[in-house]
Each structure stands twice: as C-alpha cells, then as structure tokens.
C-alpha cells in the first residue's frame, strides 16, 4: 500500500527524532550499556478497558515481578513538568526520550510492561526503530561474553477494547466513585482526596476522549498488528471474563520466545500438553545460557534424553510416570544435572534426581580380610508428566 504524504512527513519526524535520542543515549550511557529488556508488552486500550485493572495479572500471568511503566506517570517527570510550566506540550520526542531512557533500567532486563505506548504514529515508528537497533546489538554481541545482556526481542502488542457505550459508562462510574470516596474524606478526613476530571463527570467529554482514542491512538495501535505478537482481548465483559482472554492470548511458546539457536536444539524433544509458566522468566533465561555458553555439554545431555531416556519414557505414556537410572559420567558435572531438569520442565514435564554412591567390591586381602572397594554414582531420575485417560470397564 503506497504511503500517503502525511504518513510519509511522520516517517522522516520519527527518523530525526530517533536519531537524535539514540544519539544522546550512546553519549551518555555508551553502546555496550544499550541493554533493552528481553520481552516488551505494550498495553493499550480505550478509556475505561481496565488496563489499570489487568496490569498486575498481565505481569504475573508473564512471571514479571517489575512495576509495570506507566507512561503518563513518566510526563510528570521533573523534566516533563518544567515543560508544561512552561507552556510547552511534552511531544513525541520528550515521550521516546524519557520511555528509551526508562527501559534501560536495570530491572526492566527480563521484561517490561509498557501502559500507554506508543499512542501516535511517530511513536510507533520510533518503537520500530528501536527495535531494529535492539536486534542489531543481538547479532553484535552474539559470540561475545555479554550475549545473555543483549538477547533477541520478543515484543507483544496488548489491547483491550470495549465499545464507546461501555467506555462512557465506566467512566461516569468512575466518576461517581471517586466523588463518593472523596465525600468520605472530607466528613473523616481520614485520605487524600483525588481528581475529579471532567470526563468523569460530563457524558460529552467522556464520548469526546473516547473519539480521540478511535482517531488518534487506536490507528497507531492497529498499525503494530502486522510487526509484532498482536493481542486484540475483548475487555467488555466480567473481570474474571477478561482475565481468561488474555491467558488464552499470552500463553507461553518456547518458538517465540527462546534464542533461535535454543529452539533449534530443543525442537526435536516432545512437547508435554501443558508447560506451567512460573518461573518462566528465569527457565528462558538459564535455557538460553546454556546455548550461549555451555553447547557442547548442553547438546550431550540433549543426545542422552532424546536417544536413552525418551524411548523409556514412551513406553510409559499411559501411567505418566518413569523412574530412569543411569551411570553416564556427564552427570558428575552438577551443571549436566541442572541442564536436565529445564529441558525436561521446558518440554512440560517434571523431573527429580537422586545421586546415590554405591561402593563395589574389587579385591579382598586374604591375610587382614579387608575389601578394598571402589565408589561409583548412580543417578535415580524419577519423570513426571500428564498420563494418557483410557476409558476403564
């Protein structure tokens, strides 16, 4: 589809303004400190959606433990407020500015949930770039000893969408709630009273917030459906309703997620009906550290699963469970053990092992009667996982 002249003039905006703070962010931090987060999840939705709601699940349901950035909590920045003091509108550039500056904080590494970006197409032209420089830096420091710092990107563009009726009405309720609380204040004065806006008073207003939403920030939203892992969640029903529409939407693929070179190594293995997804931040983590830093053991141990203990492990499919013991000596390495249990949780199964040392008599002095012995390991790995229902009778 040719660009039309405006989609073109915010295209060259958006390449000034990217220049200019991917410039200043090599002044002052350097390239090497560059360091984005793994996952990104832009939150969007229409006033009154429930993004405030849903935050906190979103970033449980992904194993995040961050606070989620609020980009309207960002233009309150003390720069963002002398802005304003002065008069001036926070544009496009002090917005990618303080949002690029934000997400280079340390504990934003594993992921970060951005509420309220991008909202404009500058914006999202800017992301886009962004992105790019992130998968430059992937293939930069690939071979090097910072490659777990600079990991390829997963970004997951979220939004809850509700029509302009249910908008208005949520945010009249809001409104009304507010002015209740704020009523209790003032007769205890036990709290601190909140903003009573005018789109959460007047009808007209809260219709009109709801059209700048549609014409403005729901293009740019719609715009990132054919870039990144797009997830359109009805937010109009019931709390518990919606939660279950975006699980559905973030359930965990290892083929989205992991490093190319760790899906390609893994691949082959079976997957299990179900992967539980706590811990899954660090699983994907040590997964990936693993092929970075230690492939030759890693690609051992993967052998040893698909070639001794799968066909074991098939053969009791009905049960789903299997107690496997072997003598390799590539378990010795504590790290072999450590690489065996995330494959196999990676797959979706459970796996526990038990090191036993076993002594082994080799010659007996006939004069003192003593045995000399010599030790050997014995690794007991018991394999959990969902068996097969057969119908029974």
């Known amino acids: 589809m040719p660009l039309n002249k405006l989609q073109t003039l915010e295209i060259k905006d958006a390449q000034v303004i990217f220049r200019n703070v991917w410039e200043s962010l090599i002044a002052d931090f350097g390239q090497d400190k560059l360091q984005f987060p793994k996952e990104l999840i832009l939150l969007g939705g229409a006033p009154g959606s429930g993004k405030g709601t849903q935050t906190n699940y979103i970033l449980e349901l992904r194993g995040l433990t961050c606070a989620p950035i ?36 340390e504990e934003y590494r594993d992921g970060a949930l951005l509420d309220g970006f991008p909202r404009t197409q500058i914006q999202v032209e800017c992301l886009k770039m962004l992105v790019d ?14 490659a777990i710092l600079f990991r390829r990107p997963t970004i997951h563009a979220m939004v809850l969408f509700i029509s302009e009726q249910t908008s208005i009405s949520r945010q ?3 409104g009304e709630e507010i002015i209740a609380d704020n009523a209790k204040v003032e007769e205890t004065g036990v709290g601190k009273k909140m903003e009573v806006r005018e789109t959460d008073v007047s009808r007209v207003a809260a219709a009109s917030r709801y059209q700048v939403f549609k014409e403005q920030t729901w293009d740019a939203l719609k715009s990132l459906k054919e870039i990144y892992h797009y ?48 811990a899954r931040q660090g699983l994907v983590k040590r997964l990936d550290c ?37 003598e390799d000596k590539i378990f010795e390495n504590p790290d072999a053990l450590s690489m065996l249990i995330d494959i ?9 092992v038990e090191k036993q040392v076993v002594d082994i008599p080799t010659s007996i002095d006939l004069t003192s009667g003593e045995i000399a012995c010599k030790s050997k390991n014995i690794y007991r790995i018991q394999i959990g996982f969902t068996g097969s229902a057969i119908r029974r009778g």
């Open 70 to 105: 609020v980009v309207s909590s960002l233009l309150n920045s003390p720069k963002a407020k002398a802005l304003k003091d002065a008069g001036q509108l926070v544009g496009d550039k002090d917005v990618i500015n303080l949002v690029f500056r934000e997400l280079l904080v």
């Open 133 to 146: 420089k992130i998968k430059f830096l992937y293939g930069e420091y690939a071979d090097s000893d910072k």
């Open 172 to 174: 009249l309720a809001r």
């Open 231 to 278: 997830h359109f969640v009805n937010a109009e029903g019931e709390i518990s309703e919606v939660e279950s529409n975006i699980q559905k939407e973030l359930q965990y693929q290892s083929s989205l997620e992991l490093d190319p070179l760790s899906y390609e190594l893994l691949d082959p293995l079976p997957i299990a009906q179900t992967l539980s997804l706590h």
């Open 290 to 326: 693993y092929a970075l830093y230690q492939r030759e053991i890693f690609e051992s141990v993967l052998s040893i699963i698909q070639e001794v203990f799968m066909p074991i492990i098939a053969r009791h499919a009905i049960t789903g469970g299997a107690r496997i013991s072997t």
């Open 344 to 352: 196999f949780s990676e797959r979706g199964f459970s796996a526990t």
